[in-house]
């Protein structure tokens, strides 16, 4: 279990991860990954599901063909937490 983001930590993490907002009427952030390929698409859903199942933090994501979206919320909690930010964060990395 992890505590929500205060306001100055959840500002702090939507400046440094570039390309992740907040879903409006949600405590969530998301960001669309392009790949060139679906081959492409899938190859980082799969490498990012070993990583998420390794921290115990599960994305919310959908794929259509190139596209990833990815939504990330803690539901233990019902708000933004560290382990959505350590996600993001790998993620990212993975791209
Ligand atoms: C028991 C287990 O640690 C929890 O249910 C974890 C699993 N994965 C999770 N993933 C996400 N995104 N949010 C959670 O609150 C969460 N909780």
Redesign the pocket.
């Known amino acids: 279990m992890t505590d929500a983001l205060t306001d100055k930590a959840r500002a702090e993490a939507l400046v440094e991860l570039t390309g992740w907002s907040l879903v409006p009427g949600r405590e969530a952030i998301t960001r669309t990954y392009a790949f060139a390929s679906f081959a492409d698409a899938i190859g980082f859903m799969v490498r990012a599901a070993i990583h998420?199942d390794r921290i115990?933090?599960?994305?919310?994501w959908t794929n259509v063909y190139r596209k990833v979206h990815v939504t990330?919320?803690?539901?233990?909690?019902g708000g933004l937490s560290q382990?959505?930010v350590e996600?993001a964060r790998i993620l990212d990395k993975l791209t």
């Open positions: 998420a115990d933090h599960h994305p919310e990330l919320t803690s539901h233990d909690i382990r959505d996600l």
